[in-house]
């Protein structure tokens, strides 16, 4: 025989009944089974409120009253809706609309008897919740009979038998056990129906079971006669390996064991109240957690032993609403008695203890309790205490509040090494700070107290690590979206299924900007239309899109700036502060003062997230990348010669007697070589700064001002007040501009906008290269870096291709979140 229980929401709606008696008519095909039903999905708190109402003289009781009544009527008229047509539904129907009626002008009798009284005892209150469950499983019997379903009513009052502790009545098995033998023996019927929750004292009055009281009925018929499996349907698929509200990617558990389910229900999966299922659990019946709305899904099965070549972390859970207490002073070390004290006060206040850690220095005693508990726990604890604070002997109770507790559960941790290892690393590396620890000799929990919001990052980081099979997700919050920007995101659009699949890395653009407009998406934005979520998105500001950022707090979060702005170059301390890697193409930061430059490597360091900006030098080159490897091996750099400007090697390749410099400079920024003003570039600045990155990398502590940097362009070009003003002096002085590409041919030499790094100096400048150095055939907007080095002094290591554009910029850009991913 199986026991099946059914919750409010299974029974909520007409809807969900008829898919309970599918499910009762499938599962009696092959054995008698035992029904019990909760009140209709709502009806219990509603059944409180109007007796709240009623006995506060609160006239509003009716409508509460009448809220009832029409909840339960349209059950009725859903479940009976075709019984115009059919002589014994439509009497049927009549006869269920009677009784409900009946039980209804009962319920109301009483409600007004509270009213007038002005009074709500816990007897008179479990008569009154008795109602809920009394209604559903009158209907849901008669509908069965209605549908010709061999299907016996059997009030559970008459088999539990409690004592008189109202609301929370405590079973009599003696009594309870025989009572359900004796009437389980005589039946024969295919399907037996009882309500839950509900009893009888010992007197013959109303009681009812408490918490998780249908749950519990259940259970105690199962384990009266042995039943061979107890089936508990709800309105999901199961318990989950974590709160699957939090962590999209949680999914049911197939198998648990009693100790596993009774961990994870106690942190936090609300699909089992564990006292509920105690009978069972001695039984070793097993439990099935099946799901009414979807009855294939395969559910949870809880049973002694579970199978033992299952993964040794079944689930992640968590407690809300934790507030932290610290006892600790000197005076406690060596000195027996002040846990004794501390516990029995908080026992004899009621007050429940969630977790205890005890440092091995005995200094102090921390504890975890509902933050609803934590003032009155203050104030007991302090007065007791009272004594031993004013001597100093120990400090007042310190109370931290806002926490939650996460847990890592499953029975066979205990034989792994490392799942604690990689607990805390994963919240370490995702910036989720500790603030207490719980394991027990089991083995079986090892819980963390942590601030509450990061709970949403630690469940999404743990449950990554343990269950995804090692999939990463990148959360990318990018600004810029222009030419490199747009790039980058068609890129990431493109590779993403391919990362994932062979690289199991999972890159989600949380949140965009420009100038104008942003936008963020804890789901990710559709790249498919980016374009239109920016435009409609809220107006952008630096700050704003920080806050979004560090509200969402999800873990690998990584900031891109693709932009050419210092404000945004300035921002990135408080990114890195909240452990939000940096991702930079724009070279203020790192040609900016050299504090600020220094202070965003430490930052990175200390708050372990990556900052990088190998796109400063040579766009998607690995310059940066490559100079730190030789630097970090020990190498020691001596000499750097290179053409570090794109765009300039692009308008001097392309200069000559038969162009224009006007055209070729032009055509140098539509091909999207030059910065977003090209004068940064045509004045030498963009190369200098590039030079001055490699020069610090190199571990020299130069500022930009420290740089010899020879300029070509014209005073006037130098001093237009704007970048069409610049244009119009390139026009303007076509002649100098022809005179120094004369002067070069005239020697057979290449013009070429060269930097250089000796002995702790930089300098940028123009250059006649001659045949046969390797900058003379640079071609097109290629760049070239040569590093000589103690380890390469003759011969150096060179690094050469194209060094400008958006679309090897944005590749650069995608190699170092690739890096972050990888770390
Ligand atoms: N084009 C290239 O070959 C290379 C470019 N870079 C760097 O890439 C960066 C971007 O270059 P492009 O895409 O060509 O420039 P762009 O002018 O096309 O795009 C810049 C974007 O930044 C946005 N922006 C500016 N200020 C902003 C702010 N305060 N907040 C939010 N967004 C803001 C603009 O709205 C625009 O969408 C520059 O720093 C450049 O030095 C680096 C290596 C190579
Ligand atoms: N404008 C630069 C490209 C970005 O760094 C160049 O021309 O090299």
Redesign the pocket.
Same mark, same amino acid.
């Given at each position: 025989m199986k026991i099946l229980k059914f919750g409010g929401t299974s029974v909520g709606s007409a809807e969900n009944i008829n898919k309970v008696i599918s499910i009762l008519e499938q599962q009696s095909k092959d054995t008698n089974i035992a029904v019990v039903v909760s009140a209709v999905g709502g009806i219990t708190d509603k059944l409180l409120e109007a007796a709240n109402l009623a006995c506060n003289k609160d006239l509003e009781y009716k409508q509460t009253y009448n809220a009832i009544w029409s909840q339960h009527s349209k059950v009725i008229e859903g479940l009976f809706e075709n019984s115009d047509h059919d002589k014994n539904l439509k009497k049927s129907h009549e006869a269920l609309y009677d009784l409900i009626s009946e039980k209804l002008n009962e319920l109301k009798s009483l409600l007004d008897g509270i009213y007038l009284i002005n009074e709500l005892s816990p007897k008179t209150k479990d008569k009154l919740l008795s109602f809920g469950e009394a209604l559903s499983s009158t209907i849901i019997y008669h509908t069965l009979k209605s549908r010709q379903v061999d299907v016996a009513y059997k009030n559970a009052q008459e088999l539990i038998v409690t004592d008189s502790n109202f609301n929370n009545a405590i079973v009599n098995f003696e009594i309870t056990n025989i009572n359900i033998q004796l009437y389980f023996n005589s039946n024969s019927n295919a399907i037996v129906l009882l309500p839950g929750f509900v009893s009888k004292s010992v007197h013959g009055e109303i009681t009812t079971l408490g918490r998780g009281g249908s749950d519990y009925t259940a259970a105690i018929i199962a384990a009266a006669i042995d039943a061979d499996e107890l089936q508990i349907w709800t309105d999901v698929s199961g318990m989950y390996t974590t709160n699957p509200k939090l962590v999209k990617q949680a999914a049911p558990i197939v198998e648990l064991s009693y100790q596993e389910a009774v961990e994870l229900s106690h942190f936090g999966a609300k699909v089992l109240y564990p006292p509920t299922v105690m009978p069972v659990l001695k039984k070793k019946i097993p439990i099935v957690i099946k799901n009414t709305l979807d009855p294939e899904a395969l559910g949870t099965t809880i049973t002694e032993n579970t199978q033992p070549n299952g993964s040794p972390v079944k689930g992640i859970s968590n407690i809300e609403n934790i507030a932290l207490l610290t006892l600790q002073g000197n005076g406690m070390v060596g000195v027996p008695g002040f846990g004794k004290r501390l516990f029995e006060t908080l026992a004899q206040e009621k007050i429940n203890i969630v977790l205890i850690t005890q440092s091995s220095s005995e200094h102090s005693i921390c504890f975890g309790i509902s933050d609803n508990d934590a003032k009155r726990a203050k104030e007991v604890i302090d007065t007791v205490f009272e004594y031993e604070i004013q001597l100093l002997k120990i400090d007042p109770i310190i109370v931290e509040t806002d926490l939650s507790i996460i847990a890592v559960i499953g029975d066979k941790m205990k034989n792994h090494q490392g799942i604690s290892g990689k607990m805390f690393s994963t919240l370490g590396k995702n910036n989720v700070n500790i603030r207490a620890i719980a394991q027990g000799a089991s083995e079986r929990n090892i819980s963390a107290i942590i601030h509450k919001n990061d709970v949403k990052k630690a469940l999404n980081s743990l449950h990554e690590q343990f269950f995804e099979i090692k999939t990463k997700q990148i959360n990318l919050f990018i #600004?810029?979206?222009?030419? @490199?920007?747009e790039r980058l995101i068609e890129q990431i659009h493109q590779q993403k299924s391919y990362l994932k699949e062979n690289f199991k890395i999972s890159l989600k653009i949380a949140g965009l900007?420009?100038?104008r407009t942003m936008v963020v998406n804890d789901d990710g934005i559709n790249l498919k239309h980016w374009k239109q979520q920016l435009e409609n998105g809220e107006k952008?500001s630096?700050k704003g899109f920080l806050n979004h950022v560090k509200k969402l707090n999800l873990r690998n979060s990584v900031f891109v700036d693709? #932009?050419?702005?210092d404000? @945004?170059a300035n921002i990135y301390g408080d990114y890195l502060k909240h452990s939000i890697s940096v991702v930079a193409?724009?070279?203020i930061a790192c040609s900016g003062n050299i504090e600020y430059y220094n202070e965003l490597k430490i930052l990175s360091r200390q708050y372990n997230a990556a900052f990088l900006f190998e796109?400063?030098v040579g766009?998607g080159l690995p310059v940066i990348d490559t100079l730190n490897h030789l630097v970090t091996s020990g190498d020691k750099i001596n000499t750097i010669q290179a053409v570090l400007s794109?765009s300039l090697n692009f308008i001097f390749n392309n200069f000559n007697a038969e162009t224009t410099f006007y055209d070729v400079v032009k055509q140098a920024q539509e091909e999207?070589?030059t910065?977003?003003d090209p004068r940064i570039d045509l004045s030498g600045i963009d190369v200098a700064r590039k030079v001055l990155i490699l020069a610090r990398e190199s571990g020299h502590a130069l500022e930009l001002s420290d740089l010899e940097s020879d300029n070509f362009l014209t005073n006037d070009a130098m001093e237009a007040a704007s970048v069409e003003d610049f244009f119009k002096t390139l026009i303007k002085d076509e002649t100098y501009y022809q005179s120094l590409f004369k002067s070069a041919e005239d020697k057979n030499c290449q013009l070429k906008f060269v930097a250089e790094f000796n002995n702790g100096k930089a300098k940028v400048g123009l250059q006649e290269i001659p045949e046969g150095h390797p900058f003379y055939n640079l071609k097109g907007k290629d760049n070239i870096v040569m590093f000589y080095t103690q380890r390469y002094p003759e011969q150096p290591m060179i690094i050469k291709g194209a060094g400008?554009?958006?679309d090897v910029?944005a590749s650069g850009l995608f190699a170092d979140i690739i890096r972050i991913a990888n770390n």
């Open positions: #600004t810029g979206v222009g030419n @490199v920007g900007s420009n100038s952008a630096l693709i #932009t050419a702005n404000a @945004v193409c724009n070279k796109t400063n766009a794109g999207g070589y910065e977003p400008a554009g958006a910029t």
